[in-house]
C-alpha cells in the first residue's frame, strides 16, 4: 500500500491514516476511562459541535448518547450553533484547533457554559475549559480528514460505556477484505443509515463526493426509495436492510451493499474505496 494518494490540489488520502484506525480507537477508549470527569455526564444537557468532516461525527454521538439515555444531546455545525438554548456542556471537535469559527464559538460562551475541545492538534492553543488532544490520531498535513473523525467518535462511544473490541476487530477485518470490482465502475453511491448509522451514512457521502469527485448522497434508510432503474448506482447501507430495500435494488437493477460490522468498521471500506478510485484516477 502507498504511504498517499492524491485526490483534489493540494490534499491527500493518507493510506497510513486509513490504516492506523484501529489502533487509534483502542488508545481513545482508554483516553475515554482516564479523563471521563471532562465528558458529558449522565443527565446533562450537552451540545456537540463539530466541521467538515467531524460534524457527521457530531450527530453520530448525539444520537447515540439520546438512544442511550444519557441526556438531551444537540449536534451542531460550528458555524449554526444556537447561542440561545441552555446547555450544561459543549464538546467541540475540532481537528486543528484554530478554525476560526470554533475560536468565536467558544469565546463567546467562555464562563457560562463549561466547555471540552478534542483535538488532534499538540500546540493548539487552549481554546476551551478543557482540551483533549488526540496527536496520535492526527493526519499529515492537508491530508483528508479519515482517522480523526472516526477516533473522536470512538472515544465518545467508549465514553457511553461501549465495547468497542468488536468494532476494532471488524475495522482490521475492513482493511483486509478485497473490494468488490463492481464498486469501481459505479458512478453513483447511496448511502443509507438508521439513527446514529445515517449519520455514518453522510459521512460516506461526504468522503466520495469532496475526495473522489463522485456523486454520492445519504437518507435515513426508511425514507428512501427507488422509483428508477438504476444499474449505475450502488445503494451501501450501514445497519440492519429491510427485505423491501432488498426487492427494490434487484429489480432496479443497481448493487446493494451490506454487512454485519460495526458501522465505524464499514466506514473505513468507503474509505478504502476513495483511496482506490483516487489511484486509479491517477494511473
Given at each position: 500500500m502507498t504511504s498517499t494518494t492524491t485526490s483534489h490540489p493540494g490534499t491527500v488520502v493518507?493510506?497510513?491514516?486509513?490504516?492506523?484506525?484501529?489502533d487509534c480507537w483502542t488508545r481513545a477508549a482508554e483516553l475515554a476511562v482516564q479523563h471521563r470527569e471532562l465528558l458529558p455526564r449522565r443527565g446533562e444537557r450537552v451540545a456537540v459541535v463539530g466541521s467538515g468532516a467531524s460534524y457527521p461525527m457530531a450527530r453520530a454521538y448525539a444520537a447515540l448518547r439520546e438512544a442511550d439515555g444519557?441526556?438531551?444531546t444537540d449536534a451542531f455545525s460550528a458555524s449554526a450553533f444556537l447561542y440561545g438554548r441552555e446547555y450544561d456542556r459543549i464538546v467541540a471537535i475540532t481537528r486543528t484547533g484554530t478554525a476560526p469559527v470554533m475560536l468565536r464559538l467558544l469565546g463567546k460562551?467562555?464562563?457560562s457554559v463549561p466547555s471540552v475541545a478534542i483535538t488532534a492538534s499538540h500546540d493548539a492553543p487552549g481554546i476551551a475549559d478543557h482540551t483533549l488532544?488526540?496527536?496520535f490520531a492526527a493526519e499529515p498535513q492537508a491530508a483528508v480528514a479519515t482517522r480523526f473523525p472516526t477516533t473522536v467518535l470512538a472515544l465518545l462511544r467508549a465514553h457511553l460505556g461501549e465495547n468497542l473490541d468488536d468494532a476494532t476487530d471488524d475495522a482490521y477485518e475492513a482493511m483486509e477484505e478485497v473490494l468488490p470490482q463492481v464498486l469501481?465502475?459505479?458512478?453513483?453511491?447511496?448511502?443509507?443509515g438508521t439513527g446514529w448509522t445515517y449519520a455514518i451514512a453522510e459521512a460516506a457521502a461526504q468522503l466520495m463526493r469532496d475526495n473522489a469527485g463522485t456523486w454520492a448522497q445519504a437518507y435515513p434508510?426508511?425514507?428512501?426509495h427507488l422509483h428508477a432503474p438504476a444499474e449505475d448506482q450502488v445503494t451501501w447501507v450501514f445497519g440492519d436492510v429491510p427485505d423491501r430495500?432488498?426487492?427494490a435494488v434487484r429489480e432496479?437493477?443497481?448493487?446493494?451493499?451490506?454487512?454485519?460490522r460495526d458501522p465505524l468498521a464499514e466506514l473505513v471500506r468507503v474509505q478504502r474505496l476513495v483511496m482506490a478510485t483516487l489511484a486509479r484516477g491517477a494511473a
Open positions: 493518507s493510506a497510513q491514516g486509513v490504516a492506523g484506525q484501529p444519557h441526556g438531551e460562551v467562555h464562563g488532544r488526540l496527536g469501481y465502475g459505479a458512478r453513483r453511491f447511496t448511502f443509507l434508510e426508511p425514507e428512501f430495500l432488498t426487492h432496479s437493477g443497481g448493487t446493494l451493499v451490506t454487512s454485519s
